[in-house]
């Protein structure tokens, strides 16, 4: 969201009805290994979410999203068809509805290739934060996973 990896001419606020963002992704490359998975984002169904578009080569890795069109309504009340990519359930890495629990257990002390899996959601909370989006489970996500994260430090 923070950082497409392209070019763009204009960058708006846009909602999308009928999916919201959870980490419902097992990552195996990004921010976890085939043998210590952690998690990542995904458009996942139900609510509704607001957000930037994604590069398709940078989130199609391991096929983990399936592209569709769907139609979104702009900061500015214009509604336009966008290009998404959705969590696919049928994929093995579909972690489905974690609970909160079970997501910081994931996200604590995962790392990949793109680095933690921590730095990834204060990433993703800071950056919501400065679009003037409060997503309160993810910043209460965020917390458990710090708590966990310095409880870990303190026994080493």
Known sequence: ??????????RV???LHGRRRAFCIYSVHHRGTPQRKGLVLGLAPGGSVR????LREREQPTETYVEARATVRLADGRQV??????SDKAHPQWAGALSLERQAQLISGA???SGRNIDYLADLVEHLRAEG???????ALL??????EAKAALQR
């Not at 969201?1 to 204009?10: A, D, H, I, V």
């Not at 989006?133 to 910043?139: A, G």
């Not at 917390?143 to 966990?148: F, G, H, L, S």
């Open 51 to 54: 957000g930037m578009a994604y």
């Open 1 to 10: 969201m923070w950082r497409p990896g392209f070019p763009y001419l204009e």
């Open 81 to 86: 068809e966008a290009l998404t990519f959705l």
């Open 13 to 15: 606020a846009a909602t």
């Open 111 to 113: 790392a990949g290739l």
């Open 133 to 139: 989006i409060r997503d309160r489970s993810m910043e």
């Open 143 to 148: 917390t458990m996973v710090e708590a966990r």
